[in-house]
């Protein structure tokens, strides 16, 4: 595939003039499957792309959209994922780098990247990257000044990545039934913004699914030939397109209980007798929040920031009294020295307004607090002494009597943090390392779940 680029893009005097009789197949070298998969005369309206780690389902999907973006002139590519707090957490620096990237440096000087699209000179086709349903940050309510309001028309590919957190309800909303139609949702900057969609548009949604009842999986199981699904894993590549690392990786990972989730994109398996099974892991999106009675930052700390040392978890947890249910906001959790985890803890604090800081004191007592006071000497801290021995499980026993009887949401998906309370068996706690995310959580869930109980009004200076 040739093409020849002949446009004087004057607008761009910065860029040197544009490479001429590029040979596309040439610079995007792909392993059998992924031309299989991406075969344009073949391709369905509706693609999924399962796999596991290391699969280059991202990679390829970038690579198949760098190219389309070549063969049509003057279109929009939306790269969509449900939950994009900024466009780092979308696949803008996947594409990015395949541009830039050595071998493929003769298509380099063909794009224009800003800091919010990438567009193709040659033919004026744009990437634009947006999450459909994110609240801001510590704003529990869309902003109803809407100060911007813009429309994406000509869209030739949605390509939803993560899509296992993908929700029924987008999907209602953003997948087209054959005829012309406009979408309208928040994006993470808050403003009001209309897709507009054809029957032409296709859909590419590529994903390691989390569960078998992941809401795509079954979406489109009425569309019949409209959709294709596909299932990819490293050992399905060439082995020039193989990553060594990783192959390595995967054969000392084969005794890992989710091997086959990790490295074959099958769901996730449940610990034997866990107190939190992963189908007690429910999703929403509530785009407004009227009344979050309560929110609280748990933070269960960690003795030093290096590979050695633990994780602090960091987690935010609410209540909101009118849909009666706990709500899991963010995990936040990592290695962190003190101070940053402190000044974490207080940004997390004020964006959402919280009640209260919850810390366990276990380990550094009063430096737990002081190192908090020091950066902001009126956070209302509770503290927590967990019991040693069988504490951890007593604590989360009641906390998994919540999510068994769905009374608690997470608002996006928290993988490492689900993959610690799936640990938690009757016997204890099955998994390697400290529980310090799951730890966070559970001192959470327990503060807010006795001043619910007690029907107590918790006042910001009343600690």
């Known amino acids: 595939?040739?093409?020849?680029?002949?446009?004087?893009?004057?607008?761009?005097?910065?860029?040197?003039?544009?490479?001429?009789?590029?040979?596309?197949?040439?610079?995007?070298?792909?392993?059998?499957?992924?031309?299989?998969?991406?075969?344009?005369?073949?391709?369905?309206?509706?693609?999924?792309?399962?796999?596991?780690?290391?699969?280059?389902?991202?990679?390829?999907?970038?690579?198949?959209?760098?190219?389309?973006?070549?063969?049509?002139?003057?279109?929009?590519?939306?790269?969509?994922?449900?939950?994009?707090?900024s466009i780092r957490d979308s696949v803008y620096t996947v594409i990015k780098k395949l541009i830039q990237a050595p071998k493929k440096n003769k298509i380099e000087d063909c794009f224009h990247i800003t800091d919010k699209e990438i567009i193709n000179l040659a033919s004026g086709t744009r990437f634009v990257f947006r999450g459909f349903n994110d609240f801001k940050k510590g704003s529990f309510k869309k902003s109803s000044n809407l100060n911007k309001i813009k429309s994406l028309s000509s869209i030739i590919y949605v390509w939803i990545d993560e899509s296992q957190d993908i929700t029924s309800s987008t999907l209602d909303v953003l997948v087209p039934t054959g005829r012309d139609f406009v979408v309208t949702f928040f994006d993470h900057q808050d403003y009001q913004e209309e897709v507009q969609l054809d029957s032409d548009t296709k859909f590419i949604f590529t994903m390691n699914r989390q569960t078998n009842g992941d809401a795509v999986l079954h979406y489109f199981d009425t569309y019949e030939t409209m959709v294709k699904k596909y299932k990819v894993n490293i050992f399905d590549l060439e082995p020039k397109f193989q990553n060594k690392s990783m192959l390595r990786l995967a054969e000392a990972q084969k005794s890992h209980p989710n091997y086959s989730h990790i490295w074959l994109g099958e769901a996730k398996i449940d610990i034997a007798d866990s107190l939190f099974p992963q189908h007690c892991f429910k999703y929403d999106i509530i785009n407004n929040y009227p009344d979050i009675a309560h929110v609280v930052i748990a933070v269960d700390p960690a003795g030093g920031s290096t590979l050695k040392n633990d994780e602090t978890g960091v987690v935010v947890c609410g209540y909101s009294a009118e849909l009666d249910k706990f709500l899991v906001l963010e995990d936040w959790s990592g290695r962190y020295s003190p101070?940053?985890?402190?000044?974490?803890?207080?940004?997390?604090?004020?964006?959402?307004?919280?009640?209260?800081?919850?810390?366990?004191?276990?380990?550094?007592?009063?430096?737990?607090?002081?190192?908090?006071?020091?950066?902001?000497?009126?956070?209302?801290?509770?503290?927590?002494?967990?019991?040693?021995g069988g504490g951890k499980l007593t604590r989360a026993e009641p906390i998994a009597t919540l999510f068994t009887e769905n009374k608690v949401i997470f608002l996006q998906r928290m993988p490492e943090l689900q993959n610690q309370l799936n640990g938690f068996t009757p016997s204890g706690y099955q998994l390697q390392g400290s529980p310090d995310r799951a730890d966070a959580l559970v001192y959470g869930l327990t503060y807010l779940v006795e001043k619910v109980q007690k029907k107590v009004t918790i006042h910001v200076l009343d600690f």
């Open 339 to 388: 101070q940053v985890w402190a000044k974490k803890v207080n940004a997390l604090y004020q964006d959402y307004k919280a009640s209260r800081v919850i810390v366990e004191t276990n380990y550094g007592g009063d430096l737990v607090e002081s190192n908090l006071r020091s950066i902001n000497s009126y956070l209302p801290i509770y503290k927590v002494r967990a019991k040693k």
């Open 1 to 85: 595939m040739k093409f020849n680029f002949d446009f004087n893009f004057d607008f761009n005097p910065n860029k040197s003039e544009i490479n001429k009789n590029i040979d596309l197949n040439q610079v995007f070298e792909s392993p059998k499957i992924y031309k299989a998969i991406f075969d344009i005369n073949k391709m369905a309206k509706f693609t999924i792309v399962e796999g596991g780690r290391a699969s280059a389902k991202t990679q390829e999907t970038a690579l198949f959209l760098i190219k389309e973006s070549f063969r049509f002139r003057d279109r929009v590519i939306l790269c969509g994922r449900e939950y994009q707090a």
